[in-house]
C-alpha cells in the first residue's frame, strides 16, 4: 500500500507540474581548460608544470563529482583517456581530436621543414548530460592565428571553435560554442612584445561575431572558453558584445559582468596589460587593474524567441585544489542560468545505448545502478522510455 501512495505521489505531482503555464528550471555550465599538453614536444618546453596524468584524473573526478549539465574543455589533448573514463556513464561527450607530440600514430614529423609543422588537433573536448540530445554540430578553424615557436606556440595546433546545437531537457534549444583564442607569453606581454597576439584575438573575435550572427535565430548562443583575452587589454566589447547588440536581432552579455560588476564592463586601455603569478592584472606602470578571468561565459538572446537569464556566477577556486594547489592552470568558470519553459513534465530524452542491458537514469540525467522507488528514465537499446521504478 505505502508503494501505491507512494506511485500515486509521483504522479499527481507530474500532472499537477504539467497544469502549471510556466515554471523556471535551470542548468548549470563550466568552462575548464585542463592543462592536457605534454611538458615537451621536440625540443620545445610546452607545459612542464602542467597536471599531468595524476592530476588529469583528479579533474575527471571534480568533474564527476560536481554534475554540471555542460562542460565545454581546453587543452583536453594527451591525457583525454585519463579524464573521460569519469565521464562516460553520465555525459555524452564529443569526437576528440587526438594528442599532439612526435609519437602520434600515424602521423610524420618533417623535420627538414619545421616551420610547416602543425598538428591537426584543436584541444576542445565538450561533454553534455545524457537527458541532453545533440543535433549538429561543427568544427572551425581560426583564420588567423600567430606563434609557431614562441609567443605561446598556438601556430603548433589547429585552434579555432565548435559549434553545437543542442536540444535541453524540456524541449529548450540552444546553440553553444566552444572555443580556444590565440594567447600570449607573460614575457611578451609585460614588454609589450603581443601586438602579434592582440591582432589574431581581434580577428578571432570578428571571426565569431560573424559567426554568431550567422546562425542567429529564434534559439539563445552560449558562447564559452578559454578566451585569453581581458576586456581590458582587446576590444571585446566594442568588437564582440556591442557588435552583436547593435544588430537588433539579439542581445550579447557576459555572465561575469552582468552577475558581478552591474553590467559595466571593464574599461579597454592602451598599451601593456599583464598578468603576475598570482593572476592579478597590471598596466604598463604597474598599477593594479580589476580582477578579470581569461575564461568567460557569455550569452546571447534572440530578439524573438527563448530568453536564458544567469542567476548565479563563480569561479571555483576552493573546490578545484589539490594538496593547496590548483589542479590545472585555470580554475573552473561556472554559471548557472534559468528559463521558463511550457508544459513541463519531469521527463526527458536520452541518447539510445548500443546495447538491449536497460540501464536507469534520474531526471537530471545522472546513471543510477539501483534505482529506488520514484520516477526514472529506463534506456534499453534504441528505445528510450519513462516508467516508474517500483
Known amino acids: 500500500m505505502k508503494k501505491l501512495i507512494g506511485i500515486l505521489s509521483a504522479v499527481l505531482l507530474l500532472s499537477q507540474i504539467t497544469a ?34 595524476d592530476g588529469s584524473s583528479r579533474i575527471g573526478k571534480y568533474l564527476n563529482q560536481k554534475g554540471y549539465d555542460i562542460v565545454c574543455l581546453q587543452e583536453d589533448f594527451n591525457f583525454h583517456g585519463i579524464i573521460e573514463p569519469w565521464l562516460e556513464d553520465d555525459y555524452q561527450l564529443d569526437t576528440w581530436s587526438g594528442p599532439v607530440g612526435t609519437d602520434v600514430p600515424g602521423k610524420s614529423i618533417d623535420y627538414m621543414h619545421l616551420q610547416n609543422l602543425r598538428f591537426d588537433c584543436d584541444g576542445l573536448g565538450t ?56 594567447a600570449g607569453d607573460d614575457p611578451d606581454e609585460m614588454a609589450g612584445n ?13 571571426q565569431l561575431k560573424e559567426d554568431v550572427l550567422a546562425h542567429l535565430n529564434d534559439r539563445p548562443i552560449l558562447i564559452m572558453g578559454d578566451l585569453n583575452s581581458y576586456y581590458c587589454r582587446d576590444l571585446i566589447q ?26 559595466i564592463y571593464p574599461e579597454a586601455i592602451d598599451g601593456i596589460v599583464y598578468r603576475d603569478e598570482e593572476d592579478k592584472l597590471y598596466d604598463g606602470q604597474g598599477n593594479t587593474l580589476e580582477p578579470e578571468e581569461l575564461d568567460k561565459i557569455i550569452y546571447i538572446n534572440p530578439s524573438e524567441g ?7 556566477y563563480q ?43 536497460p540501464s536507469y537514469y534520474n531526471l537530471s540525467g545522472q546513471r543510477v545502478y539501483q534505482p529506488a522507488n520514484g520516477l526514472f528514465i529506463e534506456k534499453s537499446g534504441k528505445n528510450t522510455t519513462k516508467r516508474i521504478i517500483k
Open 20 to 53: 502549471s503555464a510556466q515554471v523556471a528550471v535551470q542548468f548549470k555550465v563550466a568552462t575548464l581548460n585542463v592543462d592536457g599538453l605534454p611538458q615537451k614536444i621536440l625540443f620545445i618546453q610546452t607545459n612542464p608544470d602542467g597536471p599531468g596524468a
Open 127 to 182: 561533454i553534455w548530460k545524457n537527458n541532453i540530445t545533440l543535433t549538429n554540430s561543427e568544427r572551425v578553424s581560426w583564420d588567423a592565428s600567430f606563434g609557431k615557436f614562441s609567443h605561446a606556440n598556438d601556430e603548433m595546433v589547429t585552434k579555432g571553435f565548435r559549434r553545437y546545437e543542442l536540444t535541453m531537457p524540456f524541449g529548450i534549444d540552444i546553440i553553444l560554442y566552444n572555443m580556444h583564442m590565440d
Open 194 to 206: 603581443d601586438t602579434k597576439d592582440r591582432e589574431a584575438r581581434q580577428s578571432q573575435w570578428l
Open 238 to 263: 566594442r568588437n564582440f558584445i556591442n557588435g552583436i547588440s547593435d544588430t537588433g536581432i539579439g542581445t550579447a552579455s557576459d555572465v561575469y559582468v552582468e552577475l558581478m560588476k552591474d553590467g
Open 306 to 312: 527563448t530568453q536564458i537569464k544567469p542567476v548565479a
Open 315 to 357: 569561479v571555483d577556486k576552493e573546490g578545484y585544489t589539490y594538496n593547496g594547489k590548483p589542479l590545472g592552470d585555470h580554475y573552473p568558470v561556472i554559471a548557472t542560468f534559468e528559463v521558463m519553459v511550457k508544459n513541463y513534465t519531469g521527463i526527458e530524452s536520452l541518447v539510445p545505448t548500443d546495447t538491449d542491458e
